[in-house]
């Protein structure tokens, strides 16, 4: 392969014309011949650079309404002829096949149609197909010619060319292997949309595609590798998130990040949720968000320090000086005020993610994760229980305000690591056990959290006393359910559908607990 290569000619052909005019005239500058199609021939043109159309040139007019254009053999043999090849040199010849030795081009705007909700056949008619072949065909043969698939590549390429005259070698293939990437990606966009139209969740090939947003430090671990990439459907979070001010982002910043933000997106009072290792320990419903903090902390205020804080509303100045008495990694919102703002500048390396909007924890989507040798694929858990849909099992039904308590637990135990044990009084958090082989651990855990709270309060009795309990699947025993009512919890709710699911009613029966059944569990593994 030949490092240096000259550019003597150029097709530009660009949906996305930002920066295009001063590259195409630093190339003509340079001598460079450029063919073009459409409206990047009439831009060009328009600004005062001189343009060879691509129907001119091939001899051949564009037809079908623009379908074909580029699609002939005078633009890819161009494109694919090895100047190293005595016999693709004659053939060049022999056909008058022109060689192109730059390739600018980015495709129609397809994910833009989709996300916009146009048509099937608007959507249909933004599939490129010229585009990608020609990106394909520039890429596969790197070792003469350079394509660009973005604006952003221009300016770069741009400084090669002015100071050369031509293209690198290994500017060639770092050029290629991004173009590859652009088509498969592309290719991953059209596809999942033709899978959701005809409603395959899952269909016999899955492609997964990425946007690399930031490489990271290292994963969970020094020794590991990582990096962040966002899959273009902007769901507000992480991937939408503007940093504000703190330290660059971790791997297990933006794990626990996300599955904070993820949880404080479920309710809809303001609410505070404070997460450690991807888990909550104090999730508050108030009437400001500076009370839903003070709840939040008072949950476990030991778990608190150096923790991941999510907020559902805008932060103002309250909170703020509240979050920021206490070492926080950090702080993720849709918004918060310049006051709120002032205030966490003072802590220089705390994170402030503002992600301009909340997700909809309603909404269905994907997740994936790796195995070894493939990927489990799975919808988001998006399902939610209703006061109608629960169905009460013991002799003494809720209470209002246990009612209200029980449906906030369960929305909480959603996001807490299986076997999830979640009490809850008043709209707070008051003991998380996550994570545990045994449910009565968790059950035991969340107690012994709810005490410890309590002295660090300075309270007599544990928090959990008078509490509500949740747990994310069935008792399988009755244990579970009676170290719940030793930790002074009043009423229970559970999906249900053990085999000794009477067992356990009765269990609940003896100590005075009303109980509800959900039908449905949320495992979080």
Not at 10 to 30: E, P, Q
Not at 173 to 192: E, G, M, N, P, V
Not at 332 to 352: G, H, M, Q, S
Request: aromatic letters at 6%; one cysteine or more.
């Amino acid at each position: 392969m030949t490092d240096l290569v000259p550019i003597r000619r150029a097709l530009i052909s660009v949906h996305d014309k930002t920066g295009l005019v001063d590259f195409a005239r630093v190339l003509t500058g340079k001598g460079v011949e450029i063919l073009s199609t459409g409206g990047t021939a009439r831009l060009l043109r328009d600004s005062g650079i001189a343009v060879v159309e691509v129907s001119d040139h091939t001899g051949f007019p564009e037809i079908l309404d623009g379908r074909v254009k580029t699609l002939v053999p005078q633009i890819h043999g161009g494109l694919l002829g090895r100047r190293d090849d005595p016999k693709h040199v004659s053939q060049m010849e022999e056909h008058r096949i022109a060689p192109i030795d730059l390739l600018v081009s980015n495709l129609y705007p397809f994910e833009a149609t989709v996300a916009k909700g146009a048509s099937y056949e608007e959507t249909v008619e933004e599939i490129d197909i010229g585009g990608p072949a020609l990106t394909r065909a520039a890429a596969k043969n790197h070792a003469d010619v350079a394509v660009v698939t973005h604006p952003g590549q221009m300016a770069e390429l741009q400084a090669e060319i002015e100071q050369t005259g031509g293209t690198s070698l290994v500017t060639r293939k770092k050029l290629a292997a991004a173009a590859f990437a652009r088509t498969a990606a592309y290719d991953t966009a059209i596809s999942t949309w033709f899978a959701q139209k005809l409603e395959q969740d899952f269909p016999p090939s899955l492609a997964v595609a990425g946007i690399l947003k930031q490489t990271l430090r290292y994963g969970e671990n020094p020794h590991q590798q990582a990096a962040f990439y966002t899959d273009g459907s902007n769901r507000p979070g992480i991937a939408t998130a503007t940093q504000v001010q703190g330290k660059e982002l971790s791997f297990n910043n933006l794990n626990d990040t996300d599955a904070a933000f993820e949880c404080v997106a479920e309710f809809d009072a303001p609410s505070i949720v404070i997460v450690k290792h991807a888990n909550p320990c104090g999730v508050a419903s108030a009437e400001s968000m500076a009370a839903a903090w003070d709840l939040a902390l008072r949950c476990d205020p030991v778990s608190a320090f150096g923790g991941i804080i999510a907020a559902n509303r805008q932060l103002d100045a309250a909170a703020a000086e509240k979050i920021s008495a206490i070492f926080t990694e950090v702080v993720v919102a849709p918004d918060a005020d310049e006051e709120a703002k002032a205030i966490f500048a003072r802590k220089k390396n705390l994170r402030l993610l503002l992600t301009g909007g909340l997700p909809d924890a309603a909404a269905p989507g994907r997740i994936i994760r790796s195995v070894s040798g493939g990927f489990l694929a799975q919808s988001r858990d998006a399902g939610r229980v209703s006061r109608e849909s629960l169905k009460v099992v013991t002799k003494r039904a809720p209470t209002e305000q246990e009612m209200a308590d029980l449906l906030f637990a369960f929305r909480v135990c959603k996001h807490v690591k299986s076997n999830a044990i979640v009490y809850a009084k008043g709209g707070a958090t008051v003991g998380i056990g996550a994570g545990q082989m045994s449910r009565v651990d968790s059950a035991r855990i969340a107690a012994w959290k709810s005490a410890e709270a309590a002295k660090a309060a300075g309270l007599a009795a544990p928090l959990a006393h008078g509490s509500v309990v949740a747990s994310d699947a069935f008792f399988p025993f009755a244990d579970g359910l009676q170290a719940a009512a030793a930790a002074g919890a009043t009423a229970v709710i559970q999906p249900g559908g053990s085999i000794r699911d009477n067992e356990v009613i009765a269990a609940a029966d003896e100590a005075g607990l009303a109980m509800v059944l959900t039908g449905m569990r949320h495992f979080r593994h």
